[in-house]
């Protein structure tokens, strides 16, 4: 970039430069936690074993699971192009879903730390044509550093949330020259349009939710027909994707059900399998039969709560209840991705806080295919209901779905905006 910089980015390049010994020790202590592979720290800081492959190369950087799964099917389109794809995302689930669902021709690395010597280490080894970055993920360090080697940016199925614009917005000259980096942004929503293009976006298309078009990874079928037939007649209810203090809602919730329903059996997955210990003491605390998935070989009758501490396996317990909450609703996480359960044809019940997922939300509560509850205890009564009325969930769930192929057509929009800059890309290499 041959302007110069607002004051802000610069003072934040120059913090990002002096941050790195800081980011060694953090690196260091992600992986005494488990949050990182020992073996694959290096990837953090741009190093790798792995080649550049020979062909127009395209990186896209995804948060965690949920944006890795919404542009999977992206990734395989542009493979079929001819292209290479590099993704890189932040956290060991995402890296364990990728190393299952990438094409041929895709190669998956952690996301660098955000410093300057870092990215270009970076860089100079992968050399992209092209950068996409996955609906809210904002690096600049990074940005301005692509920026200044003529790759293009692109941000794809980007959102912004109210909380996060009114942030920005405060920024003034600095968030435009951070947002002026973007050569396109692909927005998720006419809101979400109308806000990149205010905080100084360049160019701003609507191309839809990624995530209606995210393909559903079936269930292992042995996995399948083996806790279909542990559970045989019993009820069974799902909480996914729990948060810390959303546990006890559930588990609370669960035991007074028992005292109506004595054979109903609760899968309870969190969103960081890592927690899972901590929710079996509370289970065991308050009374209930516990246990984790990866200590059993079965769910025997006796059994009241049942821990799924593994990763990818959602569509296995989507598969198996009529009717889940979903959590993340509780906490300033914003709320999860709904439409893995609408495809699955699992019911959902929700918290209040879902401005993660605002406009998917929004569809769903306007078609009446969501049950949403403002505070935990009333958990016992909408699960109660919906065990007494199986029909209603399986209404509920019906309008969900609808309403998730309604919404396709993301996919081909993106790839349709996309096509000028991958034939600009492609023709400069050859």
Known sequence: M???????????????????PFLRVYSYLRIRSGKDDRERAGERFGRTQELRPEVPLAWIHAASVGETASILPLIERLTEAGWGVLLTTVTRTSAELAAKRLPSGAVHQFGIYDSPSVISRFLDH???????????????ATFLAVKQRGIPLVLLNGRMSDKSFGSWKKLGASAK???????????????????????????VETSGNLKFDARLAPPNEAELAKLEQ????????????????????????????LEVYPDLLLILVPRHPERADSILSQAL?????STKRTEVASVERSIQAYLADTVGEMAL?????????????????????PLEAARAGTALITGPNLHNQRDIYWLLSNGEAV??????????????????????????????????????????????????????????RS
């Open 317 to 337: 317990f989507y598969a198996v209840a009529p009717f889940a909450f979903l959590g993340g609703s509780f906490t300033d996480a914003g709320g999860h991705n």
């Open 2 to 20: 041959g302007e110069r910089k607002p004051l802000l980015l610069s003072c934040y390049a120059r913090a990002a430069r002096l941050a790195l």
């Open 371 to 428: 049950i949403r509850i403002e505070d935990g205890d009333q958990l016992y009564g909408r699960v109660l209901e919906l065990l007494q009325k199986p029909e209603l969930a399986r209404d509920i769930a019906g309008r969900a779905r609808k309403i998730v192929e309604t919404g396709q057509g993301a996919l081909e929009r993106t790839f349709e905006a996309l096509a000028p800059i991958l034939d600009l890309r492609a023709r400069s």
């Open 285 to 289: 605390a308050q009374g209930l039969a």
């Open 230 to 257: 542990d559970i045989g007649q019993r009820s069974v209810w799902l909480a996914a994707l729990t948060h810390p203090g959303e546990d006890g809602y559930v588990l609370q919730a669960h035991r007074k059900l």
């Open 177 to 203: 020259g951070l947002f002026g980096c973007f050569d396109l942004v692909l927005a998720q929503s006419p809101g979400d349009a109308e806000r990149f293009d205010e905080l100084g976006c360049r160019l």
């Open 126 to 140: 992968w050399r992209p044509d092209l950068a996409m970055t996955v609906e809210s993920e904002i690096w600049p």
